[in-house]
């Protein structure tokens, strides 16, 4: 079965830009159909939609963090990657990767802790 | 920037009955899109658990269903177990927005 796993820096000082990768097996990144998405959690709070790259490259993105966010496909290393421009403080979450389907999330990575920290 | 609306915790006896509300508008739930369930046990990842209103994914047992009626969605977990205990979180799509959106979250406490 599809199984997920981020990687990345963990710790960012403020301004700097946050850059995650998903590494997808047991499954293609670019198999007909397939969203692959981020959700973010602050410690202690509750979870956000970040946004999803398609199999062919399109975007949805939460409008709250649209001009900051990309999310974009590897299919080379079939992964998939996270970027966030310009973190703050308020940008301090785990951080998971995980599959869109028929409109929820399943299965998820085990998940990644980013701090920003001056 | 969670618009679904949970309880912030519920609790109950082993073997009771306990139901965790989700409150949304016109414009996510009451639009008429479904609405998802996940389970997160403490330092953990979510995992799915109802899709679609009410079905469970292969190996979710039969204690748990979900509903849904007009702008709100309820889950039930009966027969409560030790186990139970974590957060649950509702998921629907939010059409004004047009993106995902998740609820606040409800702590499921085993008495």
Known sequence: QVQLQESGPGLLKPSETLSLSCTVSGGSVNTDGSYWSWIRQPPGKGLEYIGYVSYIGNNNYNPSLKSRVTISLDTSKNQFSLTLTSVTAADTAVYYCSREIRNCFDPWGQGTLVTVSS | ?111
């Open chain 2, 1 to 111: 920037q969670s618009v679904l609306t949970q309880p912030p915790s519920v609790s109950g006896a082993p073997g009771q009955r306990v139901t965790i509300s989700c409150t949304g508008s016109s414009s996510d739930i009451g639009a008429g899109y479904h609405v998802y369930w996940y389970q997160q046990f403490l330092g953990t990842a979510p995992k799915l658990l109802i899709y679609d209103n009410n079905n469970r994914p292969s190996g979710v047992p039969d204690r748990f269903s979900g509903s849904k009626s007009g702008a709100s969605a309820s889950l039930a977990i009966t027969g409560l177990q030790a186990d139970d205990e974590a957060d649950y979180y509702c998921q629907s799509f939010d059409r004004s927005l047009r993106t995902y959106v998740f609820g606040t979250g409800t702590k499921v406490t085993v008495l």
